[in-house]
């Protein structure tokens, strides 16, 4: 069997990167378009209602196995999300604007959590840095200072004069990386920077609704020095859906260098004992990240 990698999907079809540069658009055998999942229960799994059928069709990061111009089976995965539906992710580029729209760490560490939860690595990239004046881009990157200090990467750029586009490209070479992030800070826009040849569509902030419209519609796979750059409709349900509210915790890396005395805690506000509460109230852990994580941890309590 023939092998190569999913770039592209539309309409069922898709189209894939040969080992030789060609791209074939190919469909996938019907055995890949959905399979069964018994539910474990009491009653017999031969009942009609205990059977589900779940989609097992390929996505865009695959690398498939082609058997008479058909897609006949994919390689194991080492990750894959739903939304945006793509695998074998090495790093999601988030992208966040300084400004129109506002920034929001809020945002921020929903996507970070959200990121870790998969098993991916996040790159925080700020765009439109021309935005904001010279305080407001001070006070922006003394935050994002602590962001590096637990493990993340941050790169401020500006897609219009090439600020920060070249130590971006280094961080791209390689891997399978996509762009998410915040509505409107313009991901198309970047990637035109980086890959000007592309060209991609990209459209003004909507000034009535203050955020911008976005114009990706399908998964994507550019080339890129030995790697892939994805364009991806987004995160359509980003939530905390998938993510236990006891889990909630390890994905705030910096929370791992406190050792809490009490095994069960999950280091709310005011618990007499708890290193992370003590470290919140004396400014060790910067106070928009744990009030982000007490506002998440309620959302997943039920609380508003």
Known sequence: MEQGRIINLCGGVYKVLMANGEIRSLKARGKLRSEKAYQVNEKSISRKKDVQYIKNSPKVGDIVLIDNDMIDSYLPRKNEMIRPDISNVDQILLVFAAKEPDFSFFLLDLFIVNIINKKIKPLIVISKIDKLTSDELSSLKNNMEYYKKIGYDVLFVNSLN?????????????????????????????????????????????????????????????????????DTPGFSKLDLSSIDKDDLKYLFEEFKDYKCFFKDCNHKENIKGCMVCDAAKNGLILNSRYQNYLKMYDQKEGKK
Not at 188 to 211: C, H, M, V, W, Y
């Open 162 to 230: 090439g600020d920060g586009i070249d130590e971006l490209r280094e961080e791209l070479k390689g891997k399978i990386t996509i762009l998410s992030g915040q509505t409107g800070a313009g991901k198309s826009t970047l990637i035109n920077a980086i890959l000007p040849d592309f060209n991609l569509r990209t459209q003004e902030i909507s000034k009535s609704l203050g955020r911008g419209k976005h114009t990706t519609r399908e998964t994507n796979l550019y080339m890129y020095e030995d790697g892939f750059i994805g």
